[in-house]
């Protein structure tokens, strides 16, 4: 390995043997005398660099902490256990969240509703009126259950009222027939033949024959005209059809 030199007047650089060492060697391009250092100065040499090197370097360190001063450390062992205590405390006082109270429901309009209801539907709401007759209990003269029925047209104590399909008036005696059309002459029918004419036996019983297509308000008719002709008795029955 050979020693690399410069020369100090036409700074020519050479290399020669390192056995050359120390001794004064000719330049070869100007021909000047050159002294080549020894061992020792070439070990003091790198030295010297090295710790200017070492010197530089310390320097510019110091100059980057100065610009950009160093964090402090962190304590990982100290914010883990922070961390745990704190997550054992939010385990420990942790509890089942009450339920919200329930409200109850306030009923007062759905009241309200169900009386208008009930006052629409009793006012709009059509009631039919029955009216009825009263029966007087049987006379000790009626004749036994047991005796052979006489037909109500024969039986002078019978007066019979034909309802027929047009819901118009007959009015049946033992004397003859009688048509009206009204429950007005009706009235005045009944309480001619309640009379008897005059005879001396008056008919104290009303039979109201119904055709079965005719209307309910005509029998009531009937039997209404009856009530006011002053009849003690009343008897109704359905038919098909008249003879």
Known sequence: ?????????????RAV?????????????????????????IDEAQQARAE???SDAQRIAKALAAQNP???????????????RA??????????????????????????????????????ASFSVQKSVQRPPPRDEDPSVNAVP?????DPDVVTVQVDEFNAFNVITVSGDNQVGSKQD???????????????QTPSKLVVLAHEDCIH??????????????FESFEVSTVEQFD
């Open 17 to 41: 043997n390192l056995r050359m060492l120390g001794r004064q060697v000719k330049c070869p391009e100007c021909g000047e005398p050159v002294q080549l250092p020894t061992q020792e100065q």
């Open 70 to 84: 160093a964090k402090p450390k962190r304590n990982v062992a100290a914010e883990i256990a922070a961390e745990e």
């Open 217 to 230: 308000a005509a029998v009531i008719a009937a039997l209404d005209a009856g009530r006011e002709a002053k």
């Open 52 to 54: 200017k090197k070492r």
């Open 186 to 200: 009706l009235i005045v029918a009944l309480t001619e033949a309640h009379s008897g004419n005059g005879s001396s």
């Open 87 to 124: 997550l054992a405390a939010a385990t420990t006082s942790f509890t089942r969240p009450k339920k919200p109270p329930r409200e109850d429901m306030d009923m007062t309009p759905m009241v309200d509703v169900t009386f208008l209801l009930l006052i629409f539907f009793m006012v709009t």
């Open 150 to 154: 006489q037909d109500p047209l024969e």
């Open 1 to 13: 390995m050979g020693l690399r030199f410069q020369c100090t007047s036409c700074q020519a650089v």
